[in-house]
C-alpha cells in the first residue's frame, strides 16, 4: 500500500510505501533513490511490515520550501511518519543515505529504534566525508552551468575517470542525476546532503545498545568497504558482513544482500516484539 502523507507543520507531500505485516522495519533509500532501490534487496516474504518514506524530493514525494536540506530533516520526517501510523519502536535502517538516517535515529531515538540496519554507509562518524565530494562536484556544476555543458564537464572531469576505472557503478549513478528532468532544484538536495553529517561520533557509536548489521561491498569509491568496517567496530556487537561488488554482479549483490536482511531479522527478531 502506498499513500501521500502531509505531515504537521510541513509543506512537503511524503509518499509512504507499507508493505506486510508484522515487525515494523522502517527501510530507506539511498541519496536520488526511491523505494524501488530498496525493493529490490528487502526480503518480500511477508514477514516483516517494510516501510519506506520516500524523503523530500525523491521518488514521487515533493521537496517542500524548507531549506536547507539534511540528514536530520529526513530523519525527523521518518519518526513523524512512523508517529502517524500508530508506531511506537520499529528497526530502522537503509541504504548509503538510508543507512545515515538510520543510524542519526539510533543514536537520537534511542526509545523508538530497537534494531539497526546499515547497508553500504556513505557516512561513519565525520560530516562531508571525501567519499561524498563525486555528489558535491556534480550539484555544484549543475547549480553554474547549463545542464548538457554541466554533463560534458563532468565527463571529462578527473573525478569521472577515476571512477571509470575503479568504481563504474558509481559513475553511472552520478551520471544518472543529470537525466532527472527536476535536476535543477534537486542539486539543493544533492549538495546539502553531501555536505551533511550523521550527528553521531564514534564515542555515540560505542554507547549504541542494538542489534546491529553492516553490509559492505568493495569497488565502491562512494561506499567505501572501510566505512562500513568502521561503523561495524564502533557499534558493540554489530554483525558484519560484505556482499559482492554491486559493479561486479549486481544480481549477487543484491541477493546477498536480501539472504543477509533475512538471517538478521529473523534470528534477531523472530521471538520478539514490541509495541506498534
Aim: hydrophobic share 50%; net charge negative.
Amino acid at each position: 500500500m502506498s499513500t501521500v502523507l502531509r505531515l504537521p507543520g510541513s509543506d512537503a507531500e511524503l509518499v509512504v510505501h507499507d508493505r506486510g505485516a508484522g515487525l515494523p522495519v522502517l527501510f530507506q533509500h539511498g541519496l536520488g533513490g526511491s523505494e524501488a532501490q530498496v525493493a529490490q534487496v528487502f526480503p518480500d516474504d511477508g514477514n516483516w511490515r517494510r516501510i519506506t518514506v520516500e524523503c523530500r524530493g525523491h521518488g514521487a514525494s515533493t521537496l517542500g520550501a524548507r531549506r536547507p536540506f539534511s540528514i536530520a530533516m529526513f530523519a525527523a520526517d521518518i519518526v513523524a511518519v512512523a508517529d502517524q501510523l500508530g508506531i511506537d519502536r520499529f528497526v530502522a535502517g537503509g541504504i548509503s543515505m538510508g543507512a545515515a538516517l538510520a543510524l542519526h535515529l539510533a543514536w537520537t531515538r534511542p526509545e523508538r529504534v530497537a534494531g539497526l540496519i546499515l547497508v553500504r554507509p556513505a557516512w561513519a562518524f565525520e560530516p562531508a566525508p571525501g567519499n561524498m565530494r563525486p555528489i558535491g562536484e556534480v550539484a555544484e556544476l549543475i547549480r553554474s552551468h547549463p545542464l548538457q555543458e554541466a554533463r560534458m564537464i563532468f565527463e571529462a572531469s578527473e573525478t569521472a575517470e577515476r571512477l571509470r576505472a575503479e568504481a563504474p557503478d558509481n559513475l553511472a549513478s552520478l551520471l544518472g542525476y543529470f537525466d532527472r528532468p527536476d535536476i535543477g532544484a534537486f542539486a539543493d538536495v544533492l549538495a546539502d546532503i553531501a555536505a551533511d553529517g550523521t550527528g553521531v561520533s564514534e564515542a555515540d557509536a560505542a554507547g549504541l545498545r542494538v542489534p546491529t548489521l553492516v553490509i559492505g561491498n568493495s569497488r565502491d569509491a562512494v561506499h567505501p568497504l572501510a566505512t562500513a568496517e568502521i561503523l561495524a567496530n564502533a557499534i558493540p556487537g554489530a554483525l558484519f558482513i560484505e556482499v559482492p561488488a554491486k559493479a561486479t554482479d549486481p544480481a549477487a549483490h543484491s541477493a546477498a544482500i536480501r539472504a543477509a536482511l533475512h538471517h538478521f531479522l529473523s534470528t534477531q527478531f523472530s521471538h520478539r516484539s514490541f509495541a506498534s
